[in-house]
């Protein structure tokens, strides 16, 4: 079949496959039946449920280290920190985007999601289901690390009953709905919020930017995820003790997730509306701010980008010929990526 390369002697020793070629070769028929299946009817669905899994691979990561943190100071013990907090979002954001981006685009974000449609002729319908998505695997993150953590969130909760402050700090982000929800102290100026959440997320939308530029030598298709998972838990490191939010789906999942588990008292008035907007602007803002002043159309493609590139659209041109075999047998596919004149002609001969 055009496009697919033959399965090598050693991939199917590998695999147990080799003492029976009729298996290997049943096996094989289904998976590309299958996989003509994925690519076409089912694609919107498979690039939703990575979606889905990015945003709760980094949810499950970060809430895991965060619910530690909740119940081991109100239990008087020291189970975890700001710093591994910040550590555990970072792991989680790397796994998301080297597990699941290279099947939807990695976004994991809404504010990414819309900024895409702004500029970048992403599909109306498909951003509306890929912040659903978004939204559902935070939510359902946070649900699973309530039932994962439920024996100590209340043994936390009947701590704080007893001492009679279990009303006024649940509520917060020292209380066991804190674990799920974003808030803030009583005391805390909402000004002051606000500009803590706008300038981290503005210039986290600035180094997301950096990273989806493809002449920018520093930010590589294999480390961009570590740049952004770096900068997101440097904010965490920094300014979480201020509130920060940094993803409306991290957000608006989370206080759903409190809200189901504590109900509507758990919503956290102005603050929530507040933290799960902020990030959508000053995402679009950063996006604005690095291609106005940084983008350069007169470098070059970087040689990594090239080789990226050209395998994302050799993998489109793929679904659209599986369902019809090519009469001629195998095809050289030609691909051309350049800006203002600066071309690369990439020639790859598919078996």
């Known amino acids: 079949m055009p496009g697919r390369r033959k399965m090598p002697a050693e991939y199917t020793h590998y695999t147990g496959l080799a003492g029976s070629s009729m298996q290997a070769q049943t096996v094989m028929t289904r998976t590309r039946a299958f996989e003509k299946v994925r690519h076409h009817q089912a694609h919107w669905f498979v690039e939703c449920v990575a979606e889905f ?15 530690a943190s909740v119940c081991g100071n109100i239990l008087g013990q020291s189970l975890s920190s700001v710093f591994q907090i910040g550590a555990a979002y970072a792991i989680g954001i790397v796994l998301a985007l080297i597990i699941c981006s290279s099947t939807s685009g990695g976004h994991f974000n809404p504010a990414v999601t819309i900024s895409f449609v702004l500029f970048k002729k992403f599909p109306s319908l498909k951003a509306v289901r890929y912040v659903v998505a978004q939204i559902l695997g935070g939510y359902i993150a946070c649900l699973l690390i309530y039932a994962q953590y439920q024996q100590l969130i209340s043994l936390a909760e009947a701590t704080l009953e007893a001492a009679g402050e279990l009303e006024t700090v649940n509520f917060t982000p020292n209380g066991p709905a804190g674990i799920f929800a974003f808030y803030v102290l009583p005391e805390t100026n909402l000004g002051q919020a606000f500009l803590n959440e706008f300038v981290c997320d503005f210039l986290l939308g600035v180094t997301i930017w950096a990273c989806l530029d493809p002449t920018n030598f520093m930010a590589t298709p294999v480390s961009a995820p570590f740049i952004v998972a770096l900068t997101y838990g440097l904010m965490v490191w920094s300014y979480s003790p201020v509130g920060v939010a940094a993803n409306s789906a991290r957000d608006i999942g989370g206080r759903l997730a409190a809200i189901s588990l504590w109900g509507l008292k758990a919503g956290s008035g102005r603050y929530a509306a507040l933290v799960a907007l902020t990030n959508i602007p000053a995402t679009i803002l950063g996006g604005l701010f690095y ?40 095809q050289a596919s030609t691909t051309e990526i350049g800006t203002e004149g600066k071309t690369h002609v990439v020639t790859i001969q598919q078996v």
């Open 291 to 330: 291609e106005f002043i940084f983008t350069d159309s007169s470098r070059v493609i970087t040689p990594s980008h090239v080789d990226y590139l050209t395998a994302l659209q050799i993998h489109a041109e793929q679904e659209n010929q599986d369902a019809i075999p090519h009469p001629r047998g195998p």
């Open 53 to 67: 899994s990015g945003v709760f691979l980094y949810v499950f990561a970060g809430g895991g280290s965060t619910a």
